[in-house]
């Protein structure tokens, strides 16, 4: 093999015939294999803690406790998706999400009980003022560049007062039990709507494995622009990526 001196600029050329074979100090584990403990290590905690509860506690097997535990925690699949949403890009942390459900939950029944309002109407208005603080957080974020912890958070804080003034600090009862049904129905032993997570979780990962965007807007800012993504060109300290191919 003829090969340049280190300060001659020039690349090292291997003569005719000859295969290079990597040495196995530099010979790396497939991609796979390297990413199980990430992704799988949550399942693996999992199952200890069943273990460690199945040994513990004699009545933990028994097809009520599970249903009593995927009962009570549906709506955090909800959450977490919306989480997912920016954690995906890898530089956006919302701080913002649960008060923002919270929000929204506060908002229907208190035009639907407290002033009269259709149920569907009051359904669109509180999506429309959850989609408007999502706006919001965004042009702060992007536009003003101030970072995205003191944006998420302070307008969690912001949130979680409008809610409680709106509602006069009192639990809002009295919607419809046909319109609580959509979310409340029981299928199988469990309300329907962790069944609508589970779909919600899969169309999520369908589009993070297997769509283009998203997968390179989750591998960084300057991938994501240079395959058409621009959305995804700013920082977790609120500052933007300079879109130059630099």
């Not at 020039?10 to 990413?35: C, E, I, M, N």
């Not at 169309?203 to 283009?212: E, G, K, P, Q, S």
Request: hydrophobic share 50%.
């Amino acid at each position: 093999m003829d090969t340049a001196r280190p300060d001659s600029g020039d690349v090292a050329v291997a003569a005719p015939g000859t295969v290079s074979t990597p040495s196995p100090a530099k010979r790396r584990r497939p991609a796979a294999l390297t990413q199980v403990p990430s992704r799988y290590s949550i399942i693996v905690v999992w199952a200890a803690l069943i273990l460690f509860y199945s040994l513990t506690e004699s009545n933990f097997l028994h097809v009520t406790t599970f249903q009593a535990i995927l009962n009570s925690q549906e709506h955090l699949v909800f959450m977490t998706m919306a989480l997912l949403c920016t954690i995906t890009i890898g530089e956006f942390v919302d701080l913002s999400v649960p008060a923002v459900f919270g929000f929204a939950g506060t908002i229907m029944p208190v035009l639907v009980v407290n002033h009269g309002w259709n149920v569907w109407l009051g359904s669109l208005a509180a999506i429309l003022c959850a989609t408007a603080v999502g706006a919001v957080n965004a042009f702060l974020i992007v536009k003003m560049h101030v970072n995205t912890i003191v944006v998420t958070l302070g307008m969690s804080t912001l949130l979680l007062g409008i809610s409680l003034l709106i509602s006069n600090d009192n639990t809002v009862s009295g919607v419809p039990a046909s319109f609580q049904s959509i979310a409340t129905r029981n299928v199988g032993g469990l309300p329907i709507s962790f069944y609508y997570g589970v779909v919600l979780v899969l169309v999520f990962a369908y589009i993070l494995a297997y769509t283009r965007s998203a997968g390179i807007c989750g591998l960084s800012a300057r991938a994501a622009r240079s395959a058409g993504c621009p959305g995804c060109g700013w920082t977790g300290s609120g500052s933007a990526h300079s879109s130059s191919p630099a």
